[in-house]
């Protein structure tokens, strides 16, 4: 890992590499800031893991390594000192920030060299389907052992404790109140419980640790050419986490419950392959019946709102096109007819 940088500065590092799941410049990346942290360990599908502050951790920390780009690349920023964000500086299709979810991979490597408690992972392929921390849960769930809270610093906006993934509860109120009484205490933040998760590396693990939990690192319009991070909030978040006790974190949720109808619906992902019908009538059904998710499903894959409306007056265009086209061509007929 480059060296002598400022806590900014190295934040700008990590996200001028664009690292897609599985390429060289995504496994040069881990060995450069990864693999360089004395003890770091790895698995047998590239996850890299670690404890530090106590001899048996029971909060995980966790993030993704990969983000979402066509190809790996350096790439340029730009940097707003007046407002606090970042985005490309030469931002194109196939291209991202990748904020998400280099802001999480910064916030552990700078808890780590801080010495806060806890295990570290560090997954590969969320943005495929979760597959590393798939991986943990199936094939080596020895390193979830003697977790009870696992964090994932991985999340878009400013506020969120993620409460529900996929419409099922994988965290309860009494722990996200614990974690937002604490972060918030100062007055810098205001992050308060969600239930609108949608799915990230946690859920995998929503079975057997009681709290799973993602939280807004300060990113937004992840996954596109416009995304951008608002490094005055990341900075802030990490300050609390500095600061978090864990031990006075509120453990209340039991893994073995299952709370929500939803998730009988809709199986947990780890069980699922891809294209298995999942029981709704069809794609209307599921957004009518669980917007928040559908809202949360678009935003992950980088669609903001000006993207949507957009999309919005282009499909009424086509509409409007079609039924002028519809309309002349019953005048035509009706004139043919009476010819």
């Known amino acids: 890992m480059t060296v002598n940088l400022t806590r900014r500065e190295r ?27 004395p003890g770091m360990q790895a698995d047998a599908f ?32 730009a940097f707003d000192s007046d407002s606090g964000v970042v985005s490309l500086a030469k931002g194109k299709p196939g291209m991202s920030l990748g904020a998400d979810d280099g802001v999480g991979v910064w916030m552990m490597l700078e808890m780590l060299k801080a010495g806060r408690p806890g295990r570290y992972v560090f997954h590969r392929g969320e943005e495929v389907g979760c597959l590393g921390s798939r991986h943990i849960a199936d094939k080596e769930p020895q390193i979830l052992d003697g977790i009870q809270i696992a ?3 991985d999340r878009a906006g ?16 009494e722990f ?41 690192v300060g ?6 050419p416009r995304e951008t991070l608002s490094v005055y909030f990341a900075e802030a978040l990490l300050d609390e986490l500095m600061r978090l006790d864990v031990n006075a974190l509120v453990v209340a949720r039991d893994p073995a419950e299952i709370e929500d109808d939803y998730w009988q619906q809709w199986e947990p992902r780890r069980t699922q392959r891809r294209g298995e019908y999942h029981g709704m009538e069809d794609m209307l059904d599921a957004i009518v019946e669980f917007p928040e ?46 010819d």
């Open 293 to 338: 998710v559908a809202r949360e499903m678009l935003l992950d894959l980088g669609i903001t709102p000006r993207d949507f409306e957009d999309a919005v007056w282009d499909a009424l265009d086509r509409d409007r096109d079609g039924d002028d086209r519809r309309a002349s061509e019953r005048d035509e007929r009706k004139l043919s007819l009476m």
């Open 158 to 173: 400013e506020r969120d404790i993620i409460t529900h993934q996929l419409g099922a509860r994988t965290a309860s109120d």
């Open 11 to 37: 934040l700008l590092e990590i996200l001028s590499w664009a690292r897609p799941h599985d390429s060289e410049i995504e496994r040069r990346f881990a060995r450069e800031f990864l693999d360089s942290v």
């Open 151 to 153: 964090i994932a610093l």
């Open 219 to 224: 990113y937004h319009g992840q996954h596109g």
């Open 176 to 216: 996200a109140a614990s974690f937002a009484a604490q972060v918030n205490a100062r007055g810098f933040l205001d992050m308060r419980a969600d239930d609108g998760g949608v799915y990230t590396d946690t859920n995998e693990y929503a079975g057997v640790v009681p709290e799973c939990t993602n939280i807004s």
């Open 46 to 77: 590239g996850n890299r893991w670690i404890d530090a502050g106590e001899a048996a951790p029971h909060v995980m920390w966790s993030c993704h390594i990969d983000t979402v780009a066509a190809k790996g690349q350096c790439q340029m920023l």
